[in-house]
Structure formats: structure tokens, C-alpha cells
């Protein structure tokens, strides 16, 4: 099994949602995010349609086809002010990040799925002003290391890194085994 981590946010007992304006949206689904064009596009030698649009179901399907599986960093936020809720930029985010209980505990998930063989984080670079998820990453990196998992990071599927080409054949190349080292962490 693969796992891919993210670092949406979900709430405490919701490990596969992703919550925006009230609506649940199954990981990765805001619009501005290319995931689910970009696996079914490596994953399979016909590239199927994207299931971007495709329902919930479909796309389980298809995780549970390829032995993917996905999870959040980020547990839980407290104390984000509700005219800030839609912020989803890494360095607000962050500051609600520096408690224990805001973190999914990735690590004893790990522990507790022997079949897990590689964890994807879903962007490269952890630059010092989100301290809180690089050090997340940097744990979770050291712990696969000793576990003799492997750790590698994707390019941010979002749409904001708008090089469709050059994020395809990184995510082929990391995917494939060619190890992406981390930057930054």
C-alpha cells in the first residue's frame, strides 16, 4: 500500500474529507487541484478519464484498485476566527498548528498498517515560515527512514503550480522510484 499525506484539513474523527463552506469534498476535491486528473493519468497504461468530477465511490474504487490510500497531516485547527475560515494558505494555517492535538498521529497509523511499503507527501518544499508542518514532515521523513519506508515528496497537485507537464513527469519519476529528496526539511 502507498499512502499519500497531505496537509488538508479535516476534523478529528474525519480522515478521508475534506470540509469547505459546510460541504464535504473527498480529499483533493476543491477545484483548483489536479489530483485526480494526474493519478489516474500514471497509473494506468491506457490513461483513464480524469475523476476529477467522478463520484466518491469511483474514486475509492480506484484507490483500492492501485493500493492507495490517503490521510491528513493536520487533525484538527482551534481557534481560526470564522472570517477566516476559507484561508487555506500554508503559513495561516500553521500558526494553528503549534499543539499536539492538531496533528493526525500518521506515525502509529504506519505502525498499525504493515502494508504500507511508501508515504507521498504532497509538496517538496517546507520553507521556515510553516514550521509547524515542516517539522511534521521532518518527523514523519525521519521516522520512514528508520522504518525502512519510503518517504519522497510530490509536487503540490494544486493548480497554483501551473506547470501541468513538468508536474506530470515529476509525479512519474517519484512515483516510478526515482526518490525526490525533500527540500528544505
Request: charged share 30%; proline share 4%; hydrophobic share 35%.
Amino acid at each position: 500500500m502507498e499512502l499519500i499525506a497531505g496537509h488538508q484539513v479535516t476534523e478529528a474523527n474525519s480522515v478521508d474529507n475534506f470540509i469547505i463552506d459546510g460541504h464535504v469534498r473527498f480529499f483533493y476535491g476543491r477545484d483548483n487541484n489536479d489530483l485526480w486528473k494526474l493519478l489516474p493519468e500514471l497509473l494506468y497504461a491506457e490513461p483513464l478519464q480524469s475523476l476529477k468530477n467522478a463520484p466518491v465511490e469511483e474514486k475509492k474504487a480506484f484507490m483500492a484498485e492501485h493500493k492507495i490510500d490517503f490521510v491528513d497531516l493536520i487533525k484538527v485547527l482551534d481557534g481560526v476566527p470564522r472570517e477566516e475560515a476559507a484561508n487555506y494558505e500554508d503559513e495561516f494555517i500553521d500558526q494553528y498548528t503549534d499543539h499536539p492535538d492538531a496533528w493526525f498521529d500518521v506515525k502509529g497509523l504506519i505502525q498499525s498498517t504493515p502494508s504500507i511499503k511508501a508515504v507521498y507527501l504532497t509538496r517538496k518544499t517546507f520553507n521556515t515560515k510553516v514550521k509547524n508542518m515542516r517539522q511534521q514532515a521532518k518527523e514523519l521523513k525521519d521516522f520512514c527512514s528508520r522504518s525502512g519506508i519510503r518517504c519522497a515528496g510530490l509536487i503540490t497537485p494544486s493548480r497554483m503550480y501551473r506547470d501541468m507537464n513538468h508536474k506530470r513527469n515529476k509525479w512519474r519519476e517519484t512515483l516510478q522510484g526515482d526518490l525526490t529528496e525533500f527540500t528544505g526539511i
